[in-house]
């Protein structure tokens, strides 16, 4: 079974509007506090450049008429990253609907 912490969440918040003893309740309250995430540091800027629907597709093509190309090399031809690449070559076409 997958998580799902914002259903969770959710049911913990239904939860207390029942009736429970102050200890249960502390506990739903402590259990709500463990599921959020605080942000502790500010997130560096964003570097790398958006890949378009485009870009995407001329990545696959030009693996697809060179394989033995690798990422990096095709990332170096298109500006993206290497890591960038890979998930594109394997999403392949299926992947389209991520890119603008």
């Known amino acids: ?8 969440r959710q049911l913990l918040h239904t939860a207390l509007t029942l009736d ?11 259990a709500l ?13 964003v570097e790398a450049r ?3 629907k485009l870009t995407a597709i001329n990545i696959l093509k030009t693996h697809s008429r060179d394989p033995h190309l690798s990422c ?13 690449v890979s998930e594109i070559i394997a999403a392949g076409y299926a992947g389209m ?3 603008e």
């Not at 429970?20 to 402590?30: F, I, K, N, T």
């Open 50 to 52: 958006k890949v378009t």
């Open 97 to 99: 609907e991520a890119y």
């Open 72 to 84: 990096r090399a095709i990332g170096e031809i298109f500006g993206v990253n290497q890591g960038r």
């Open 1 to 8: 079974m997958s998580s799902n912490i914002p259903h969770a």
């Open 20 to 30: 429970m003893s102050d200890e249960a309740r502390s506990l739903v309250y402590e």
């Open 33 to 45: 506090g463990y599921m959020t995430r605080t942000f502790t540091k500010t997130r560096a800027p």
